[in-house]
């Protein structure tokens, strides 16, 4: 991908919008087509850790050049999962190196044998740098964890009668380093009194597991050799009527016409278009709005787009089917507002973490954590601290759960962390975030960063230049990162659009004392938005508790202690959200798993919930204030009431 500066960008992006991504390519996600079919590659994987001195013996002997097994044993790995769970291999748990996945695959004939028929291999992600081969052949590398990438292997599966087998080998690479995002540090041990020679470990600065590999799908799917790259949407309301802007990317050919349909929820053509871009203007249009704010939330329309094209093979044509919610976001110096009305976001932080699977991608959980957050009466979550899997904004765009995208900018607190290269990684990342989630109405905001050391002057310019560069990426939407700096001190809040701030009062200072946040909660807030004028998210607050420890007065980690926790910021939150605070998100959803320490029990235990999705106290405190703060906007209370108390408070 190539990469701009931040200073171009400032100055192009705005006119650019809509194309900018499209000139480096776009990344549709794979759906079905009366012009396009896709193949799950998902299931069992041969699998093999290089255990080598140098973790390079796959390299050394080219491991890629022939079936996985015939180099050594393998063993069993489903995909998509993280690997580290699965085997009862110690050494696995947390392996730092190459680790090697292998798929054979029998290709439908059609694919092999039609020219016209384009073949693309995709990869959902692959923690953190991967390369693939297929039948040996060096096809495509990509460096970071969370996001998709692909590419045309076409001219590999086309080449003759026994082209229909295939053999895709991925080796993938967990280390972090001072330029990754999450960035890490490796450190040798050399105290051969304690170490053997060469022993080093991975230490990383975010406080969840570093899970690894082929996390999300791996698929197939195939296109015509002329077919629709890229779409940008966006979405404005002017009077009564919702308008949709459009920019349509096409590829493999010069000679192509573009017909855009706009359908309702009952597949009525509302409007219609032609030609790369162009403006659907829909009377009396019905919104998107979030989950809990409209009697009839998260209206999705459907923007269908026909190419006919000219290619050397003769006509081909593609469809693809894009989902669309028509809706606005806007910031003023108190209010966060989505089609013109103020919005509060009440809701989570989540990790894509659960037992045995690690972060790997599963619908069943899916469900069951949408099922959850509807329970609680939450509105909202961020993607803490990585974009999370396509799915999951999907599920998002047609339930009406407000989303703050954020980036793996995580563990920023080193100087070094704060370089040129690493910049211009995080800057590319974002236009991969950009790139892949920039339709979905249900993402409001874009998070560059969680918790960086941003009282650095250093991570004052890096951190303006990667939000300058996502605006220009996307104008439509405001930025922002997460803070945990002191306000007098931060050197990133003057260019974002809305304040994030962290804090764990009487937790992680003061431990104990309850008596204390209300006081320290109101001087935080207070002095943000005296010195910024920006509406403020408390982005994280909570506390451990280890579920059935219990005592009265409450102690820490106990789940009164944790529920009065919860109370005590309750007071401020329920005073300032009337004025300039528009949100808070608990941490946590869910218990989750991070590198062993003395201060962590088999994990965080900040989760509302455990780590099997069991509820503890605090949880149905936190339904009944979610309810309630919904109820006041949306309904009578009387209504509300019984509502709330029903088993299925939602409609």
């Not at 470990?201 to 975010?206: C, G, L």
């Not at 573009?258 to 009396?284: F, I, M, S, Y």
């Not at 936190?622 to 949306?634: Q, S, V």
Request: net charge neutral; aromatic share 14%; with cysteine.
């Amino acid at each position: 991908m190539a990469r701009r500066t931040a200073v171009a960008w400032a100055a192009l992006g705005p006119l650019l919008w809509g194309c900018a991504l499209a000139l480096q390519g776009g990344m549709l996600y794979p759906r079905e087509s009366p012009s396009r079919q896709r193949k799950e590659l998902d299931g069992l994987w041969s699998f093999r850790a290089d255990f080598s001195h140098n973790r390079r013996r796959g390299f050394e002997e080219q491991w890629y050049r022939r079936p996985l097994r015939e180099s050594g044993p393998t063993l069993d790995m489903p995909v998509p999962s993280s690997f580290n769970d699965i085997s009862q291999d110690w050494r696995l748990w947390d392996f730092v190196g190459w680790v090697w996945y292998e798929r054979e695959v029998i290709l439908p004939e059609r694919w092999t044998q039609d020219l016209s028929t384009r073949v693309v291999l995709r990869i959902g992600s692959a923690h953190a740098y991967a390369i693939v081969w297929v039948n040996g052949v060096d096809t495509l590398e990509h460096e970071g964890g969370y996001l998709p990438f692909e590419a045309d292997i076409s001219n590999l599966v086309q080449v003759g009668p026994l082209s229909s087998q295939l053999r895709i080998t991925i080796a993938i690479n967990n280390t972090l380093t001072p330029t990754t995002l999450p960035p890490g540090t490796i450190q040798y041990l050399t105290d051969t009194s304690k170490y053997p020679k060469g022993y080093f470990v991975q230490n990383v600065y975010f406080d969840f597991f570093n899970y690894a590999g082929l996390q999300r799908s791996v698929l197939l799917y195939t296109t015509p050799t002329a077919y629709i790259d890229d779409i940008t949407v966006t979405t404005s309301v002017e009077h009564d009527s919702g308008l949709v802007n459009y920019q349509i990317s096409v590829k493999g050919s010069n000679l192509f016409e573009l017909e855009v349909r706009l359908l309702d929820a009952e597949n009525k053509l509302v409007a219609n278009g032609t030609g790369t871009q162009g403006q659907l203007k829909v009377p009396g249009a019905r919104l998107w709005w979030p989950y809990l704010m409209h009697e009839r939330p998260a209206y999705l329309y459907s923007l269908e787009v026909r190419l006919t094209a000219q290619t050397s093979l003769g006509p081909v044509s593609d469809f693809y089917t894009l989902p669309v919610g028509i809706r606005t976001v806007n910031v003023t110096k108190s209010q966060f507002l989505i089609n013109g009305k103020p919005f509060y976001f009440h809701g989570v932080n989540k990790h894509e973490d659960a037992d045995i699977r690690g972060k790997g991608f599963d619908w069943p959980l899916l469900v069951k954590d949408f099922n959850l957050l509807r329970w609680l009466g939450a509105n909202a979550f961020r993607t803490s601290h990585y974009p999370y899997a396509e799915e999951v904004l999907q599920m998002c765009d047609r339930y009406g759960i407000v989303v703050i995208d954020e980036c793996p900018g995580v563990g920023l607190e080193l100087p070094q962390f704060f370089n040129n290269v690493s910049l211009q990684n995080h800057m590319r990342v974002m236009e991969e975030v950009v790139r892949r989630d920039k339709n979905h109405p249900a993402v409001v905001m874009w998070s560059v960063a969680n918790e960086p050391a941003s009282h650095l002057e250093s991570a004052g310019y890096y951190l303006k230049m990667v939000i300058a560069h996502t605006k220009a990426l996307d104008p439509s939407r405001p930025v922002t990162f997460v803070t945990r700096s002191n306000y007098a001190a931060d050197k990133g809040a003057p260019y974002v659009d809305v304040i994030c701030v962290n804090s764990y009062y009487s937790w992680y200072n003061d431990f104990g004392h309850l008596e204390l946040i209300q006081r320290q909660l109101t001087t935080q807030f207070e002095n943000w938005y005296k010195t910024y004028q920006k509406p403020i998210i408390q982005s994280e607050y909570g506390a451990e508790a280890i579920v059935g420890f219990h005592q009265d007065p409450p102690l820490m980690f106990t789940e009164e202690y944790q529920k009065s926790l919860l109370e005590q910021y309750h007071v401020v939150l329920d005073q300032k959200r009337r004025k300039y605070v528009v949100g808070e998100l608990i941490w946590n959803f869910a218990d989750f798993m991070t590198e062993q320490s003395p201060l962590r029990v088999l994990g965080n235990k900040k989760g509302v919930f455990t780590r099997q999705r069991q509820p503890k106290s605090a949880a149905f405190l936190l339904r009944e204030r979610y309810w309630k703060i919904a109820n006041e906007t949306r309904y009578p209370y009387s209504i509300a009431k019984s509502q709330c108390l029903e088993n299925s408070p939602f409609t």
